[in-house]
């Protein structure tokens, strides 16, 4: 086998490894809320700590891989990533499985920062994009095979085996990648912006944390308006110092090409609305619906499995269909499926969500095999590396201020429900802070069995009443927004922004756009 293949397997199994872990931890977090007594911030930190640190670094992952060479930067994100994984898989409580997902964040950011750039230095031609085409496969096979393996792994054995899973996997990848991967380091590499790294970690951190705060307080309470301050005090001068620099880490002048403009549109919206809404899925089918974490990742097959064809068949048309007919109808099907979601009740079963799995499922998967290509699509190969970074950093912004922004949408939302649903219930009226915290915190059983008997039917009804309102708003929220970037980036993404692939020592300008780079229309 050809070297180049080498690149294309250790890249696609460190990418099935990532994918693989967000769908996983997802079915788990109801076991691991339980097992570790976690709040329900707790929760929503065990998946935004890792997706912070993949927004915070991938920057400057970028390039570091730019300047000191690929393959080293995507050892290292390899290694970090398998170690953070084994520290996950034997945390003894809430505040050490967040802090090893952090150490898995920084690993990840290594990973997505490197690994597409390393496909766009291998491949020219016709085979960049049959690499990007089985690239999309694995992530859509990943994603299908999340929600299964990690019901089976978290039912059959514990929790702690979906993070100890990737240890195999991890080892392989290493031994792979220092074998038989080529080094790539392009003839241009800018320096490491470090006066960009604090701002925007800062900046980010007190974004998310405002939003997480607000669903435990209120969004009027003075630490939260705080911290909307400084998030947008620190993100400002991102902004500014990354307009000043002379190497910035993220040139801003990139979002004035509307075709990757449309493309960070697009990879927020994915993100933010069905990947940060998928949490919130699985807590409603097993905190809501009482099944059991495998009953769940089974159901979930609906989406997953409908992603992977759809992904499979985007993959085959990178070359042939324009690449904003994928992405933009792409994520517009994906709010449909929200959509269609809606209108669950206290007496719904799961068999409600079906249309709007299928049809979200389609969605996602002719969204991100183009997406990935499309970000790196528009630049020269040299500056991939940030391209790449740039979008993943879109991304991951996405479903970390997506899961914490409706998490305080379901919590106001749900104290709401219950207050009105509450009121008429001799007795019940001054326990709807109670009830709510409960139901956040995976045992609304318990607030149930404490009412007293003759009532209990009725703060049952109440109970997943308010459960289901919440959610509806949080399908709408997200509905909207993936239906929003679809449309954005149907009408930014264009034909005449991409650039061909050119041999090293030549400038982009002198390239004509070839069959080897997406199409756009």
Known sequence: MKRQWWTLLVVCAATFMLLLDVTIVAVALPDIQHSLDADFSGLQWTTDAYALSLAALLL???????LYGRRLLFVIGLAVFTGGSLLCGIASDQLMLVGSRALQGIGGAILFATSLALLASTFQGRERGVAFGVWGSVAGIATALGPVLGGVITSGISWRGIFLVNLPIGIAALAIT??????????????????????????LFSL????????????SERGVLICFGLASVFLAAFVVIESRVSEPMFDLSLLRTPTFLGGSIAAFAMNASLFAMFIYLVFYLQ????????????????????????????GRLLNRVPTRWLIGP??????????????????????????????????????????????????????????????QTFRQVGIAVGIALYGSIFTSSLRDALRERLAGIPGMQGRTDEIADAVRMGVPGKAIAAAPQEIRGQVDH???????????????????????????????????????????????????????????G
């Open 60 to 66: 400057t992952s970028g390039s570091l891989a730019d």
């Open 178 to 203: 220092v074998r038989l991967v080529d080094e790539s380091r392009p003839s241009r590499a800018s320096r490491v912006d470090w006066l960009g790294i604090v701002p925007l970690t800062v900046g």
């Open 208 to 219: 998310v944390y405002a939003l997480i705060r607000a669903s435990d307080t209120a969004w």
């Open 287 to 314: 905190n809501g619906l009482g099944y059991s974490a495998m009953a769940t990742g089974a159901r979930l097959l609906a989406s997953s499995g409908c992603t992977l064809v759809a992904a499979m068949a985007a």
């Open 330 to 391: 792409g994520l517009v099907l994906v709010g449909i499926g929200l959509l269609l979601m809606t209108g669950v009740t206290a007496g719904s079963e799961w068999t409600h969500l079906i249309p709007g799995l299928v049809v979200t499922g389609i969605g996602a998967g002719m969204v991100n095999p183009p997406l990935a290509s499309t970000a790196i699509g528009v630049v020269p190969v040299y500056r991939a590396g940030m391209a790449s970074g740039v979008n």
């Open 462 to 520: 109440a109970v997943h009443a308010g459960f289901a309102a919440s959610m509806n708003d949080l399908l709408v929220a997200s509905g909207i927004l993936a239906m929003v970037g679809g449309v954005l980036a149907f009408f930014l993404i264009r034909a005449k922004d991409f650039v061909a692939p050119q041999p090293p020592g030549r400038p982009a300008a002198s390239q004509p756009q070839n069959a080897g780079a997406p199409r756009s």
